[in-house]
């Protein structure tokens, strides 16, 4: 049906059951969730081996560091830059599952594994990139191939107005969503978002990660400048992670803020119910 | 039926999830065929698709000026053994390098032997697993200068180094692939920051191995040894820390 010039007589109505998603969107959509879940809670005990960062191609102990999470006085701190804030509890100290005070940056809850232990973490978050590195990558050529990303991601001229973007912004901010057939169509906010996402957060997570391997250091120099050093690498993978954290509860609360049964619903069979009209 | 998932039953879900997450992949992680097969394919993808990528790359080289201030130690940083005590008394003058195994004629270097061939020297960045790097000069000799005089059997397909440090009294060891005991920045350093190695940096020669972590730099090196296979030093997985922890043999990543 897509380019049928008849369509637009049959535009789907309110209530209508509609198909959705690709499966090649709800096949990567998923695989994600597990994937990058498993990758965000492994990166974190990683970064509990040394919950330190800097910029540069060096950075030790005895360097300065831009970040750091640690413990003072038996109380745990984030410091960024000149500024520290007290996170006791939280991170730096926190207490363990059988009330135990452990002097860690991220808590066990949000580690895997929940114990120290670099070694396995390390061994969930090597294998898990490779998933999701491939993941991306077969699912970036076949929606560049099957038109997904033109047709569906690609702004339009009349949606790049600032008028446009700010209506859009008003209306989101007060939850107030697409209805009938617009909701079919993915708004500027969600296209910006997506294109950010896919085509910058998540390369760039890619290319920082690669920057931490001596050998892939060794084999694409390149990465080094790039990023101006491994440490500097370190630093934005860790940043970059953050803001796709970000994004992660934006897109949740999206969900659970837009009947989240029909939204579930469309990225596992891939039936969409229209949203009906305001009454 | 929209009933299904409501708000309440989707925060609720998400809530459980994450503790369900965590328990479940501490006891995926705890199973031996798992760790084996899924969380050991990450380090052979990557060790394959480095060798095929870039097996002969070459490490960046710095200049002078973008040396670290301070190079911190890690590791052990005096060894406890009776034999490399007396060494270090005597400065290291009637230590000897043991090379043999898998090789045609054995031999024994003194300090003055390995200091007295060619050498190189390089300025490149130490990676700690843990995350930190420093960047630091070293000076030694070409470890393919010594294998290319024992000459290899066929055989061989791994060197390894015996050091005479230990933890909790298993000695350290690490070992290596041809394809690193042959890279041409591949050295047994005994000088580092235009000095004489020193005893906590790992006197009187350690391995730079410069395309992996810190781990595989193994100091205190006492004897080298061509190998068929590595299952059957140690616990079999090829070095002190893959056998005790569980990290990667492959420590290029």
Known sequence: MPGDTTTRESLPKADDLVA????????????????????????????NAHP???????????????????VNDDKGYLRIGSKQISTDGVLGRWEDADGRSRNRAFPSWSTIPSNYDLALARRWHLSFAWLFAIGITGYSLWS????????????????????????????????????????????????????????????????????????????????????????????????????LVGFFVVHI??????????????????????????? | MSRLITRRR???????????????CDRLGSSPSFRDIVLSSGEWLSSRVHRLIGSNALAREFDPDQMSP????????????????????????????????????????????????????????HDC?????????????PLRTLLHEVQLKPAARFIVFHCADDFRGTAYYESIDLIDAFHPQTILAYGMNDGVLSVD?????????????????????????????????????????????????????
């Open chain 1, 20 to 47: 959705r998603h690709r499966l090649s969107t709800r096949l990567w959509h998923w695989v994600n969730a597990g994937t990058v879940l498993i990758l965000l809670m492994s990166g974190l005990m990683i970064f």
């Open chain 1, 253 to 279: 609360v999206m969900v659970v803020l837009t009947n989240p049964f029909n939204q579930i619903r469309a990225m596992i069979t891939g039936a969409f119910r229209v949203p009906k009209e305001k009454r």
């Open chain 2, 201 to 253: 940096h790992g006197a009187p020669v350690r391995l730079r191995v410069e395309r992996q972590l810190g781990y595989k730099q193994a100091k205190f090196i006492m004897g080298i040894e061509a190998v068929a296979s590595i299952a059957d030093i140690g616990r079999g997985r090829g070095g002190y820390w893959e056998d005790v922890g569980f990290y990667d043999w492959y420590a290029g990543i």
């Open chain 1, 52 to 70: 330190r960062l800097y910029w540069g191609q060096f950075g030790a102990n005895r360097d300065h560091a831009w970040l750091q999470i640690g």
């Open chain 2, 129 to 141: 697993v843990e995350g930190w790097s420093a960047i630091g000069k070293w000076t030694g000799v």
């Open chain 1, 144 to 243: 560049l191939l099957n038109g997904h990303i033109w047709r569906d991601l690609r702004p339009r001229r009349s949606e790049l107005s600032p008028r446009h973007i700010w209506t859009e912004i008003r209306h989101h901010a007060r939850l107030n969503f697409p209805k009938g057939a617009a909701a079919l169509r993915y708004n500027i906010l969600q296209k910006a978002s997506y294109i950010v996402v896919i085509f910058g957060l998540i390369p760039l997570m890619i290319l920082s990660g690669l920057t931490m391997s001596p050998s892939m250091d060794a084999t694409w120099p390149w990465l080094l400048d790039v990023f101006g050093g491994r440490q500097s690498a370190r630093s934005v993978h860790f940043i970059v992670a953050a803001l």
């Open chain 2, 10 to 24: 989707m925060l609720t879900g998400i809530g459980l999830a994450a503790p369900a997450v965590v328990i479940g």
């Open chain 2, 70 to 125: 301070v190079f911190r130690t890690n590791g052990n940083t005096q060894p406890r053994s009776p034999v490399y005590r007396q060494h270090q008394v005597t400065r290291f003058v009637d230590w000897r390098l043991d090379v043999g195994g898998l090789v045609n004629t054995p031999r024994s270097y003194s300090l003055a032997d390995l200091r007295g061939k060619a050498s190189r020297t390089q300025i490149t960045r």
